[in-house]
C-alpha cells in the first residue's frame, strides 16, 4: 500500500523543483544533511533529524517534472518514492508517492501509523 502526500507550493515550476531536488533546499524541509546525485543511476544519503541514515539511488529524472528513487535504512527494508511536479491555479503542486517494497509492504502502512502516533 502506497502513502501519497500532495501539497501546493505558491511558486513556479522551476521554484518547485528546486525546492525537491536541490540539497540544500532538501535540508531545509526534509532531512538535517542530504547528498544527492540527481541523474539515473546517482546516489544520495539523508540524514533525518532524529539522525537516521537513509542511503539512495536514483531511478529516474524527467527534468523539471518528475523523479524516483529507492531508498533504505542499514536495519530496514526499503521503499520506492516517486516525486512528481504539476502546474496549478496559485502555483505547482508536488506529489510524494512511496511504496514500500518486497513481501513486508503490506505491513508497512500499518506499523508507519503506529510509529507516527
Do not use: N
Not at 533529524?49 to 529524472?61: F, K, N, Q, T, Y
Not at 508536488?94 to 503506529?114: D, I, N, Q, Y
Amino acid at each position: 500500500m502506497s502513502c501519497i502526500k500532495e501539497v501546493l507550493l505558491p511558486v513556479d515550476a522551476d521554484e518547485a523543483w528546486e525546492a525537491v531536488t536541490d540539497p540544500d533546499a532538501l535540508e531545509a524541509w526534509l532531512a538535517d544533511e542530504v547528498e544527492l546525485d540527481l541523474r539515473e543511476g546517482g546516489e544520495a544519503t539523508f540524514t533525518l533529524p532524529d539522525g537516521e541514515e537513509r542511503r539512495a539511488v536514483v531511478e529516474e529524472v524527467a527534468e523539471g517534472r518528475r523523479w524516483t528513487f529507492w531508498w533504505w535504512t542499514a536495519d530496514a527494508p526499503g521503499s520506492r518514492v516517486t516525486v512528481e511536479l504539476a502546474p496549478a491555479v496559485g502555483g505547482t503542486t508536488v506529489r510524494v508517492t512511496e511504496s514500500p517494497v518486497g513481501p513486508w509492504a503490506s505491513v508497512a502502512p500499518r506499523t508507519h501509523a503506529l510509529t507516527a502516533a
